[in-house]
C-alpha cells in the first residue's frame, strides 16, 4: 500500500524529533527520553519512533484539521519518512548549519515561552466565580434595542416642513416613500430593529431620547444629511444563557490574566532597549488646490463597521434586523 505524505503534518515544526533533540543536547537543554522498544511504533535504522509521538501527531491533526482524522497507518508512515530526512540532515551536518541553529533556537524559544504560559495558567486556572463575574458584567451593560423609521433630506428647511406636515397628522411612511433620499425610503424609511452602537452618534442619541411612537420635533443633522425620525419601539436585550458563553469568556480571562503576568515579569525585570527610536515621518505639505476630496458619505445612519469597538470576546446578543 502506497501512503502518501501528509502536507499539514510536513508543516509542523513542534513535533520535529531527532535532529532538534540533537541540537538540544547540544545546547545543554535537557535530553529527550531514550524509547524502549516495548515503547516503539517503528524503528528507523535503530532508531525508534514511540507511542507517545504517534498519539501526539494524532492530536494534533484533529485540532489541526477540525476533527478529521487520518489512519493510523497514514500517520506512522509520515513519521517514518520524517525520520528518514532527519537522519538525512543529520549525516549531511545540517543540523550545524547556522541557519538552521538559528531556526531551531526560535523554534526551542518559542515553545518555552507558551510552555511558561501554560504552567501560569495551569497554576492559575480561570474560575467559573470569575467568568459568572464577568458575564453578570457584560450582561448588566446590554442595553436596549430600537425599532425606528427615518426621513433622510438634503436641506434643513426640508427636514422642518416635513416635521410641520407630520404635526398636522401626515403619515410617516407615505412621506418618507415620497421625500426620503435613503435607500430604505421606498421601504417608508424602516430601519428594522438595532442597538445605538449600530447607528452614527448624533443619530443613535435623538433615538434613544425620543418616546416609542414619537418623532423628532427638531431635524436631526448626521454627515448624510438632515433626519426626521420616529421610533416606533424599543426593548430590553434579551442575554444569552450562561451556559452558551460561558466557554466563549474563558479564553478571554485566560489573556488578561496571562497579560497582567506577563505585565508583572517585565516590571521586575531589568530591561535595556538597544534598539534606535524610529524617527517619525515628516507628512509632506500638500497644495490646497491638490488636497485628495473627502470620499462622498453613503446614504446611510448605519455607523461603519471598521468604527465599532473590537471586543475581545463578546457574548452574542440578538442582531439587528437589516432591511
Not at 18 to 32: L, M, N
Not at 182 to 202: K, Q
Not at 229 to 234: A, K, V
Not at 242 to 253: A, G, T
Request: charged residues 30%.
Amino acid at each position: 500500500m502506497k501512503l502518501k505524505l501528509i502536507p499539514l503534518i510536513l508543516a509542523s515544526s513542534v513535533l520535529l524529533p531527532g535532529c532538534f533533540e540533537e541540537k538540544a543536547k547540544e545546547a545543554a537543554a535537557p535530553a529527550a527520553p531514550t524509547v524502549s522498544k516495548e515503547d516503539a511504533v517503528a524503528s528507523v535504522n535503530g532508531t525508534y519512533i514511540s507511542k507517545k509521538t504517534l498519539e501526539t501527531l494524532e492530536k494534533e491533526i484533529a485540532e489541526r484539521s477540525q476533527g478529521q482524522t487520518f489512519p493510523k497507518e497514514q500517520l506512522l508512515e509520515e513519521l517514518i519518512q520524517r525520520e528518514l530526512l532527519i537522519q538525512q540532515a543529520v549525516q549531511k551536518q545540517l543540523d550545524k548549519s547556522p541557519e538552521v541553529i538559528e531556526r531551531m533556537a526560535t523554534v526551542r524559544n518559542s515553545l518555552l515561552s507558551q510552555a511558561a504560559l501554560q504552567d501560569y495558567l495551569k497554576a492559575n486556572p480561570v474560575t467559573d466565580e470569575e467568568i459568572k463575574a464577568e458575564y453578570d458584567s457584560k450582561m448588566a451593560n446590554m442595553g436596549s434595542e430600537y425599532k425606528a423609521r427615518h426621513i433622510l433630506v438634503k436641506t434643513e428647511d426640508e427636514a422642518k416642513k416635513l416635521i410641520a406636515e407630520l404635526e398636522k397628522g401626515g403619515d410617516f411612511t407615505a412621506l418618507a416613500k415620497k421625500h426620503s433620499i435613503d435607500p430604505m425610503g421606498s421601504e417608508g424609511g424602516d430601519l428594522g430593529w438595532f442597538t445605538a452602537d449600530r447607528m452614527v452618534p448624533p443619530f443613535s442619541e435623538a433615538v434613544v431620547a425620543l418616546e416609542n411612537g414619537k418623532f423628532s420635533k427638531q431635524p436631526v443633522q448626521t454627515q448624510f444629511g438632515w433626519h426626521v425620525i420616529l421610533r416606533e419601539e424599543s426593548r430590553a436585550l434579551t442575554p444569552p444563557p450562561f451556559d452558551s458563553v460561558k466557554e466563549q469568556i474563558r479564553p478571554m480571562l485566560q489573556r488578561q490574566k496571562a497579560q497582567a503576568m506577563i505585565e508583572n515579569l517585565r516590571k521586575n525585570a531589568k530591561v535595556e532597549v538597544l534598539l534606535p527610536p524610529t524617527p517619525p515621518k515628516q507628512e509632506e505639505a500638500q497644495p490646497a488646490d491638490q488636497a485628495a476630496p473627502a470620499p462622498a458619505a453613503e446614504a446611510t445612519p448605519a455607523e461603519p463597521a471598521s468604527a465599532a469597538p473590537n471586543a475581545d470576546v463578546k457574548p452574542t446578543e440578538p442582531a439587528a434586523t437589516a432591511k
